[in-house]
């Protein structure tokens, strides 16, 4: 008698826990957000750190004379000053999608409508080793000619640092982005401009 109470408990106890396990599975929450609103949930480099950083950064640097000096020495040119984006080093305590960053440069400067921009790097090849294959492949009038790159006038390029402070309960997470525009025929340096982050999170009971 008291072994069958005994299955009878152990019973009870296992429909228990699958009820709650179901209950705990049933709760949980998905919700759609606004890609362009802010969820920081951790003191980590995010999406929006990304855009808003690289759009200050952007105007900042069409704020500089070299712009206007470039505009003055080529009066024939029919174009803007061409830019091309040569690569920003993650020299942060984290992984930062470096990638998007660049993305986010690019698009900045487009918007602006003040300076062209090529593309460098796996797309640039990829491009050239597109119009080698039109040559043979594609009708005269539609392959995209060989050797009628714009040249790049400017490269852009640059680093993310990252150091923590942390006391007790409170850390602070500081970055630096440092960005750099070179002039590529003389090798001057026409812009640096730098953008420091400060992103402070406090510990819960559970921890960071």
Known sequence: MKKNNLVIKLAILL???????????????????DAAEEVALTDRWNATDSRLVSEEMIDDMLSFPWVSRWAEANPNRNRQPTVIV????????????????????????IRSGR???????????????ERK?????????????????????????????SWVDQLDGTRVTNYQIDLTLLDIQTGRQVWMGQKKLQKQQKRSKFGF
């Open 86 to 109: 040569m690569g920003v080093r993650n020299r942060s305590h984290e992984h930062i999608a470096v990638d998007t960053f660049i993305n986010d440069l690019r698009r900045a400067m």
């Open 15 to 33: 429909i228990s826990l699958a009820s709650l396990a179901l209950t705990g599975c049933g709760g949980t929450n998905v919700q759609r957000l």
């Open 133 to 161: 294959d039109q040559e043979f492949n594609a009708t005269a009038d539609t392959a995209a000619q060989l050797a009628a790159e714009h040249g790049a006038n400017f490269a852009l390029s640059g680093s993310i640092d």
């Open 115 to 129: 300076v062209d921009f090529v593309a460098g790097g796996d797309v640039r090849d990829a491009l050239r080793e």
